[in-house]
Every structure is written in structure tokens, then in C-alpha cells.
Nanobody, 118 residues
Framework: VQLQASGGGLVQAGGSLRLSCTIS????????MGWYRQAPGNQRDLVAT???????NYADSVKGRFTISRDNAMNTVYLQMNGLKPEDTAVYLC?????????????WGKGTQVTVSS
């Protein structure tokens, strides 16, 4: 399984960005796709996840501003980020989790940089 993320960049506070991550390889359902982020010196934190059934989960810090969605036919997950704040600056990493088996694997993309200027 390979993950390719895109869509990061530099944006002013209050602006918007849309991240995409396309997943290729042997993909079975059920599964979970998601986004995490890591700022320099910080741990990797959950941003949002979405299951193959469409259930979503968000970090409290992004609720109401970010929206995660997925296109199962294209094996792609999106993160629409609105109302961006400087504290959203981080490397955003795409994640794919196998949930169809008890010992499901976690796969990670290389990440895309999001920088929000004040």
C-alpha cells in the first residue's frame, strides 16, 4: 500500500487549503483513512479520520473548520481546511489503517507541509 499526499502550501490566517491523498495497492474494506499532523518538536497528533462506512472523527481543535471526506472509487481521502490559524502549521500526514482484520497494518504517506502566516 502506498500513499501520495498533495495540496499543502503557504496561506494567510483565515484562508483555506484542500489536501488530497491517493492510496494505491491492495485495499480491502473495512478500513479507515485519516490525517495527522506534526509540528517541529511536537508529537504526531490526530486531525481527522473517516471509515469506509463514512463515520468521521475530528480533533477538538479543528471541529467546525476542517472537513474530511473520501472517494472510495478513487481510493482518495480529502481534508478541506477553512479558517486556518497559525497554530495549524505542521506537516500533515495521510494515514491508511486496515480494520478488516485484527492485526491490521498502518500505512503512512510522506506528508505535506502546511504553513499559515499571521
Amino acid at each position: 500500500v502506498q500513499l501520495q499526499a498533495s495540496g499543502g502550501g503557504l496561506v494567510q490566517a483565515g484562508g483555506s487549503l484542500r489536501l488530497s491523498c491517493t492510496i494505491s495497492g491492495n485495499i480491502f474494506s473495512p478500513n479507515r483513512m485519516g490525517w495527522y499532523r506534526q509540528a517541529p518538536g511536537n508529537q504526531r497528533d490526530l486531525v481527522a479520520t473517516i471509515t469506509s462506512g463514512g463515520s468521521t472523527n475530528y480533533a477538538d481543535s479543528v471541529k467546525g473548520r476542517f472537513t474530511i471526506s473520501r472517494d472510495n472509487a478513487m481510493n482518495t481521502v480529502y481534508l478541506q481546511m477553512n479558517g486556518l490559524k497559525p497554530e495549524d502549521t505542521a506537516v500533515y500526514l495521510c494515514n491508511f489503517k486496515e480494520t478488516w482484520r485484527a492485526s491490521g497494518m498502518d500505512y503512512w504517506g510522506k506528508g505535506t507541509q502546511v504553513t499559515v502566516s499571521s
